[in-house]
């Protein structure tokens, strides 16, 4: 399984530049855990770049997923996505790494997994999002990667070189380590796809404007990417980094905040959202900021104007996206219009005089549905354009949500992607059956892997899904069965309302 695995017993053994780690098999898959690829961001290294790990004597165990970064625990709405985690930890920079049991020599395609979670929860040491199960259907290596969040991901201090973006050099840090160190769990360092769904979605735009990090890697799956969420200008994160520090009591001065607890940094950061005056659901206080350093534009309109010229690309959205958000679903119970001002006003008029009969909860929904349909949409129709067409996938499957509040929500084909259906168990995103549950992910995994190999992700036609082209806008709609559909304005809804 790569040049530098050995196997002693059932437990393998790899040498990477660090050292030496030793994982777990589970049937042809081999998997090692919670693997350091920068050094922990503690002390000095809060706020500051990612450095590399230190080196260790011995054989490092990684059978067991490393902690989240830290992050407040509680759940997505009505419980949708798993809200456990394998604890949490500024300590927290490490990749894990699923791979099959391949000969000697193997070079595989990799995929890169970026996690959602608005850039203030989830990570890729969580059990949803386990690679096992794709590494053993495809031969794939698969890694997952865990990045700092909120206030310590994302605060904005231009005093600092680098004053912003900590979590996106984290995940520069995880494909430099892919870059260096796949290949001795038998993948191919020049044949990285990077896929992300939501804030990673996001932050693969972010990636894609890095000419370095762009370099480490050839492939991207864009799932569900809140373009709506472009980065902060500096004026914007300014103000965030005013009331955060105003809510830790520590002013601005870098070593007052290098000294509070990861408790109190969580608890100003939880305030400093609640203070945090948002004009939309995508508008969070800490996320990427166009610093003029790390990022020098805003990575959607980046996109739209080359970006991604050279990159295989794939790109979805599911058929009710903004169901899954609070803003909407508090609606339900509210039984009143919501408050909304500017545009997003001007939006949900429009929408609820075309829809007369939903009740506000859905014209919300699908508002904000529409936000996240017109970036992805947009930058389809770009690449068709330029003559580099994506292909493009629609998530139609319902869940079992009551009265079927959420739809084909947003993060409802995560499930189904990493065949995790036991950690998503009583998942209001997931309906249907076990045979169609197996259907779904019989067909997901294989599309994605087989973009992952070869950039097709229907390479023998047997679905007929051809690349998004400006004559028929054709996508992939995944439900039972799949389906391809043409989109004849480039602006219609999956479900078909």
């Known amino acids: 399984m790569g040049g530098d695995m050995a196997e002693q017993d059932e437990n393998p053994v790899v040498t990477i530049e660090a050292g030496e780690v030793r994982g777990y098999r589970d049937g042809r898959v ?19 770049a990612p450095e590399r790990p230190a080196s260790w004597e011995g054989v490092r165990p990684a059978v067991r997923p490393a902690p989240a ?22 300590d927290c920079l490490t990749v894990n790494v699923w791979t099959p049991a391949a000969e000697r020599g193997d070079r595989l395609p990799v995929l890169v997994w970026l996690h959602g979670g608005g850039f203030a ?54 494909l430099e380590w892919v870059r260096d160190n796949v290949a001795a769990f038998g993948g191919d360092p020049a044949r990285v796809t990077v896929a992300g769904q939501s804030a990673g979605a996001c932050s693969i735009l972010a990636l894609a404007t890095m000419p370095h990090a762009r370099s480490l890697f050839g492939r991207a799956v864009l799932q569900s990417t809140p373009f709506e969420m472009d980065g902060h200008d500096l004026a914007r994160s300014e103000e965030a980094t005013k009331i955060f520090c105003s809510c830790a009591g520590a002013g601005e001065d ?78 339900w119970t509210a039984g009143e219009q919501p408050r909304l001002t500017g545009d997003l006003a001007e939006e949900y008029a429009r929408v609820a005089a075309r829809r007369p009969a939903d009740p506000p909860a859905r014209v919300l929904g699908q508002v904000i549905t529409d936000r996240f349909v017109a970036g992805s949409f947009d930058l389809a129709e770009y690449r068709a354009r330029t003559g580099a067409p994506a292909h493009v996938y629609w998530w139609r499957r319902p869940g079992d949500g009551p009265d079927g509040r959420l739809g084909a929500a947003h993060c409802a084909e995560l499930p189904f992607l990493f065949d995790t259906l036991d950690a998503w168990r009583g998942s209001p995103l997931i309906g249907g059956t076990a045979e169609e549950h197996r259907y779904l992910v019989e067909r997901t995994q294989t599309a994605w892997l087989s973009f992952v190999a070869g950039g097709n992700p229907d390479p023998d036609g047997v679905l007929g899904w051809r690349p998004y082209t400006t004559g028929d806008r054709l996508a992939l709609a995944f439900d039972v069965p799949v389906e391809t559909v043409s989109d004849v304005d480039g602006r219609a809804q999956a479900s078909g309302r």
């Open 121 to 174: 929860t989830g990570a890729g040491s969580a059990e949803c999002y386990s690679g096992g199960e794709l590494a053993r259907r495809g031969d794939v290596v698969v890694v997952t990667v865990n990045y700092r969040l909120g206030a310590l991901g994302y605060l904005y201090l231009p005093d600092q070189r680098p004053g912003a973006n900590f979590g996106l050099l984290d995940q520069v840090a995880a």
């Open 69 to 90: 970064p830290i992050q407040s625990l509680a759940g997505a709405p009505g419980g949708a996505v798993p809200a456990e985690l394998p604890g949490t930890s500024e």
């Open 254 to 331: 870098i070593e007052a905040l290098r000294a509070l607890s990861a408790e109190q940094v969580l608890a100003a950061q939880l305030e400093t959202a609640r203070r945090w005056d948002a004009p939309s659901y995508a508008d969070r206080a800490f996320v990427p900021v166009v610093d003029g350093t790390v990022l020098t534009t805003a990575p959607g309109r980046a996109a739209l104007s080359g970006s991604f010229d050279g990159i295989d690309l794939m790109i979805g959205c599911t058929a009710d996206e903004g169901l899954f958000f609070p803003e909407a679903q508090s609606l």
């Open 30 to 48: 081999a998997a090692f855990l919670g693997i350091p690829y920068a050094a922990a961001p503690l002390g000095a290294l809060r706020f500051a």
